[in-house]
């Protein structure tokens, strides 16, 4: 909404502008009112405004007079002028000071509209012509700030540009920190990731000027926030510098609900080094696996030490779990899963990569037996490409086992399928179900491709499964859309019907009946649990 005042020293003109016009469905809203030009400069210093509405002849301070003193004021503001005098003169002298428009009383009300719809048009303009310089400006910005923090610019060209950069070049040394927002299901979104971290940003601008003069803010090209603080004792300022991305951490948790990730780097001596503050404290990241905590992961040389032997299971290990794969044995491959996970909290030295690297193996000996069983790439087990992108993901490691129990719990519900006895008819039933659990399914579709009577093919299946087809398709429906709840970035309406359902609604009736709690529920229940 664009601001407007009025001023007229007639009571009557004024509320019959307030009431003669629908303001809101044109954008704009009447802020504030005055009877003459001293009244209402006065209220004008302390109240910013888009519009002025002003008569020409009013006592104490004329039209004209209070125009150029709000110019003086608020330079941007646009000016609309009202008269009962058609006087050449007054039209004259507007112009010169660059009203919208001289309108004669009593007022046109098209002719004001037609007059407020361009000068709205006029504001958006320059807002936006200001936005783009603003974005331009930003955008070389960040990209001379990460060519510094990545050794990718010389010397001369840095000091060249040393203006656009916000922080002083020649300090005694400099120190990053880095913030990286961990975005949940249900804020997944590209739109709404852009705008959170957009926010995001601002903030931590504002919060960095307060903090000291000396710091830079930009976007990274991973859309990681990068803040850049000039040191004058490198070792002092430093501490204070991590105190202040501890604070900042924490407000930003609380204003916007987000889990965060905040590192910081080495104290860098001298603008030449500053790429290795930047570079340790993403380094940092990775550690996040093994200890996370509430305050920012600081770069200790001692921490970065790698584990003297690897802690991936061996092939043996992997061996006897595939063999628990192959059998069926649910339990017991979840609780390989669980040991493995437990050796590696208790070795000592143990690097980020370790953890990782296990799960790995674990990932791709499920994936194997999937493939062994002939399980669908975008069936049963989903996909791959995003499984393995979601291991090196900065997570904690019981979210990270959690992760890969739950992928083997997958993969084992869908090959149990093929390991019971069931005719060759079931079988392809339940291949169909697996393949096309998506599509629309009945026995009526099936019993033709079959060539069989729909009731008949209902009663076998309910012999040999145990389940009414309908019972059946419905649990597997359920199931891939658990594991796509925790797994995706997908909103829980496309969920509903990427399993199946066109009806939302009674996709959460369904879910709820089964297991005791929506949707949403569950997927916001999982990354508490996970945490």
Known sequence: ?????????????????????????????????????????????????????????????????????????????????????????????GVTLGIENYLLKPVNTEELIRTL??????????VYKEESIKRHLEIIRDNLLYRWVTAAIEPEELRNRA?????????????????????????????????TIAAVRTYC??????????????????????????????DADRTGFVRFM????????????????????????GEASAHRSYRTAKRMQDYYVLAPHDGPLVYEAPVLTAAAEPAAPVQAELAHFCKLLSAGKKDEALAWVGEAFARLRETEGLAPSDVQNTAMAVLAAAVHHANLMRQEHEGAIGDYKHLFSQVVKPQTM????????????????????AEREYSPVIRQVLREIERRYGDELSLKTLS???????????QLFHKETGETFSDYVNKYR???????????????????????????SYFYKQFRKYYGFSPTEYRNWSKLGDG
């Open 1 to 93: 909404m664009y601001r407007v005042f009025l001023v007229d020293d007639e009571p009557f003109i004024m509320e019959g502008l307030a009431y003669l016009i629908d303001w809101e469905r044109h954008g704009l809203q009447i802020v504030g009112k005055a009877a003459d030009g001293a009244e209402a400069l006065e209220a004008l210093a302390g109240e910013p405004i888009d519009i002025l509405i002003t008569d020409i002849q009013m006592p104490h301070m004329n039209g004209l007079e209070l125009i150029r003193s709000v110019r003086e004021l608020q330079p941007d503001v646009k000016f609309i002028i009202l008269s009962g005098y058609n006087d050449f003169d007054y039209v004259k002298e």
């Open 117 to 126: 719809t361009g000068t709205v048009a006029k504001i958006e303009q320059s």
């Open 163 to 195: 203006e656009l950069l916000g922080i002083r070049l020649g300090l005694p040394g400099y120190v990053a920190g880095i913030v990286k927002l961990l975005f949940d299901q249900e804020q997944a979104e590209v739109s709404s990731r852009a705008e």
């Open 205 to 234: 601008q504002r919060t960095a000027q307060s903090y000291g003069p000396e710091q830079a803010v930009f976007a990274d090209l991973e859309g990681d926030l990068v803040l850049l603080a000039g040191l004058d004792d490198v």
């Open 246 to 269: 501890a604070e900042l951490q924490a407000a930003i948790r609380e204003r916007w609900g987000l889990p965060l990730l905040v590192t910081v780097g080495e104290a860098s001596k």
């Open 398 to 417: 019981q979210e990270l086992e959690e992760l890969v129990e739950r992928f083997v719990d997958r993969v084992l519900f869908a090959s149990g399928v």
């Open 448 to 458: 033709q491709a079959f060539h069989m009577n729909p009731v008949y093919l209902g």
């Open 478 to 504: 359920l199931a891939q859309a658990k594991a796509l709840l925790v797994e995706s970035n997908l909103k829980t309406s496309d969920i509903s019907l990427r399993v199946g359902y066109t009806d939302t």
